[in-house]
């Protein structure tokens, strides 16, 4: 609208159906909100986390230059990858 370019990254679990067949839909669900808060945490105030598929989340980074959307997107894959996920079950 205001003729800034912006990005979109996209966040992808691998082998999300495994995931689910070995531990379950409800441990899988408590992972994915997991990672979504650790995404939303990680992202800039102005942009906007998204659930696309259920193993695929958007992140829209509005008005932002190609070299600073590089550097947003490697803090956010930074916290992910830092970020100690657990899958517990019963």
């Not at 695929?56 to 100690?84: D, M, Q, Y």
Request: aromatic letters at 4%; a positive charge; hydrophobic letters at 45%.
């Amino acid at each position: 609208e205001h003729g800034h370019p912006s990005g979109l990254l996209l966040i992808k679990i691998d082998k999300c159906d495994q995931l689910v067949r070995r531990y379950g839909t409800a441990a899988v669900s408590l992972l994915q909100s997991r990672l979504a808060t650790v995404v939303i945490k990680a992202a800039r105030d102005q942009d906007l986390v998204c659930r696309l598929e259920h193993d695929l989340f958007a992140v829209l980074v509005p008005s932002v230059s190609p070299i600073a959307g590089s550097r947003v997107a490697e803090t956010i894959r930074a916290a992910v990858r830092e970020h100690a996920f657990r899958v517990e079950v019963d």
